[in-house]
Structures are given as C-alpha cells and as structure tokens.
C-alpha cells in the first residue's frame, strides 16, 4: 500500500499541440480508490501510463510514497496494471498467467502456486485454474486478469477501462466486485473510465479531467451536488443537467412564466447559465407558473422514469417522474423549477458562481 502524487504532471506528444495531460496536481490517499473520468481523449488513460512508467513525464513529478518516479523504470515501480483487453497470454492456462510475474521475479513454484490458489479464492477461480483463455467468457478473463494483479501484491493497482469489452449487465455486476475486493485488499487504487455511472458508483474520489486538464476531485455525491463548473454539471449525471442561458434582474431570472430567485450573488452579470438536474423541475398543473415542454421521449424505469422534453426555444429538458405518471410522447407539460435545488455557472468561464 501507498500514497500517489501527480505534482503537475505533464505530458506532450507534439510540442505544437496542447499537453495530452496538463499539469496534473492530485493528492491519492493510502489505500484509497480514486476514479480518472472524462470524455475520449482527456488524458485519462495518459495519466495512468505516467504513473505505470509506460509514459514518460515531460515536467512535473510522479510520486509513490513521497519517492520520486519519474526516472524509475516500470518493472521497480512496484505497479500492477490492468488492461482494457485483459491481455493474457493464449497458450497459458489460467494459473500459470497468474503466476508469471511471479515466476519472472525469481519466486519458487510452491510459494507462487500457494500465492495464486489464494487470489484465485479471493476472485472465485479455483475451478478454473488448468483452463486456457480461450475456454473462458469475458467476465472470467477479466477475473483472471484481476488475479495476475493481485498475486504481486503491489503498491498501487492502475487499471484502465477493464470492464469496457463486458456486457452491460456483467459490467454492472463486475464493478461491484472490484469495488468490494479493492477495499478488503486495501491497495491503493487508480482506476480509468469513460463511464460516469461506473466513476460515480466505485470510487473513493473521482477526477474529471477534460481535454488533459483537471477540472475537479472530490467525492461521488459533491461532484453531483455541487459540481465545480458548467463541464462536470452536464458531465456527471445520468440524464444529464439541463443548463440554459437566462437573463438575470436583480438576483431573479425567469423559467418560461414562473420567477425564481437566481441561487446564488451574481456580481451584476445581466446573463447566467442556469442548471437543473432532472428532479428539481417539478411537474405542475396548465393554471400555474413554469416551462412548457414538448415531451419527445419518456424513459420507463419501473420506479420512476424520465421525461426528455424540448422548449418551444429548442432547448433540451430531462424531468424526473414518479411511477404512474402520465407523461406521453407528443403531449405536453408545464414545470416548475425547485430554486433552492438549482445552480448558477458564469456564461463566459462555466465557473460555478454558488
């Protein structure tokens, strides 16, 4: 177990071009899980490669219990890696992928066969052991992939996108383990991911990064609650936050017919932008104020579901509905926005203003 430091770490692949990560700063925890989330192309797979020493620093540092990577080959990093495509060697079986680190390091084979019989419990393998990846599904590879990680008992565990070649439903139910099986190992963990659900539901902290640079880190429920600019408000979130530009008239603003108060001391900005997650717009009745909508499209999820609406202006609106609405696609429908659950960015820079 240790601590891990990105002190601006930054990465360029062409010295024309902006860094693929940007002066990366973030503080990891002994034992923590922390989560690299962002669109394609943010820098989050670059980061984790800088910290395996797959990727080198051009400035900044990378430190694993306050030593210095930065010119440490790989293989001294005491780093194991997961990869997106398990990459498990075809002609090996199950055990003997396990073990090859291992085997590599000098290790006997009683001691090694010992280590992997053990992870192989821990993941639910035993069966497995003398089986060949090929005889294997995806779920179980990943497994296998998992165990070659943890046999090492490394420092840091660095994986990046692992569960991405899993259906959805085995994707849902492997989170769950790695998630449980991080916090009884205790190894300080950095894990990537394009999934905002899949960031939001594992992790410790998450870190959303956009276009290689870091836009906020904190835990799941702060990041939803209080999302630090425009970019992780309509990030994170599923439906995601409607935002919309609105005029502002001493410290109010209006929703379609309905006045509310702007959340937050506006510093004589005439315009805003607005957001509201999905359950603070509030069905109401035609005789009162709020938004009209034009419902497109009405998401069942059994306890509730989701209204996708448009504006008669073209903006888009998720509302969130309780079971046995009676939203139709085509129909119509008037909200009302719950001030006090609403948020205030700067039109210019996206930065939160509450």
Known sequence: MATVRFDHATRRFDSSSAPAVDSLDIDIADGEFLVLVGPSGCGKSTSLRML??????????????GEDMTRVAPRDRDVAMVFQNYALYPTMTVAQNMGFALRNAGVNKSDTRKQVEEA????????????KPSQLSGGQR???AMGRAIVRNPKVFCMDEPLSNLDAKLRVSTRGEIASLQRRLGVTTVYVTHDQIEAMTMGTRVAVLRDGVLQQVAEPRELYDRPANAFVA????TPSMTLV??????????VGTAE?????PTDGRDRILLGARPEALVPVGEGDDGLDLRVELVEELGAEAFAYGA???????????????RAEVGSRMRVRPVAAELHAFDVETGERLN
């Open 52 to 65: 395996a020493g797959l990727e080198p620093i051009d400035s900044g540092r990378v430190l694993i219990d």
């Open 120 to 131: 192989a419990r821990i993941l639910q393998l035993e069966e497995l052991l003398d089986r």
């Open 142 to 144: 990943q497994r296998v």
């Open 234 to 237: 309509g990030f994170i979130g």
């Open 245 to 254: 530009e609105v005029s502002v008239v001493d410290g109010r603003t209006r």
């Open 260 to 264: 509310v108060e702007v959340p937050a």
């Open 311 to 325: 504006t008669e202006a073209g903006e888009r609106v998720a509302v969130r509905l309780d079971r046995g609405h």
